[in-house]
């Protein structure tokens, strides 16, 4: 049974900082692109961040762009966001995802549960 795992949300104050892992398992991702969605109540959920198979290639929102990082270790089947300089608009459901190909695209297989993070001004 495939399986993505998010942890490591939470509450924070504005300005600081958050690390989500997603944990995968069941099967191996490492051949595949990764990436991290967030839904805020009341909202659509939209893209934050993915990550190629390789690592190379790392898409992000503009919202989150120079503050999260996207990283994987594949070793453990693990994908990260550090997430810094937190503000309260990033509060939301953080979810993690799995693609079908290597690179990043619109064809998402999996999905985890999420992991809540709020922001307090």
């Known amino acids: 049974q495939v399986q993505l795992v998010e942890s490591g949300g939470g509450l924070t104050q504005a300005g600081g900082s958050l690390r989500l892992s997603c944990a995968a398992s069941?099967?191996?991702?490492?051949?595949?692109?990764m990436a991290w969605f967030r839904q805020a109540l009341g909202k659509e959920r939209e893209f934050v961040a993915a990550?190629?198979?390789?690592?190379?290639?790392?898409p992000y929102a503009d919202s989150v762009k120079g503050r999260f990082t996207i990283s994987r270790d594949n070793a453990k089947n693990t994908v990260y966001l550090q997430m810094n300089s937190l503000k309260p608009e990033d509060t939301a459901r953080y979810y993690c995802?799995?693609?079908?190909?290597?690179?990043?695209?619109?064809?998402?297989?999996?999905w985890g549960q999420g992991t809540q993070v709020t922001v307090s001004s």
């Open positions: 069941g099967r191996t991702f490492s051949n595949v692109a």
């Open positions: 995802a799995a693609g079908s190909g290597p690179y990043y695209s619109q064809d998402i297989r999996y």
């Open positions: 990550i190629s198979w390789s690592g190379n290639i790392t």
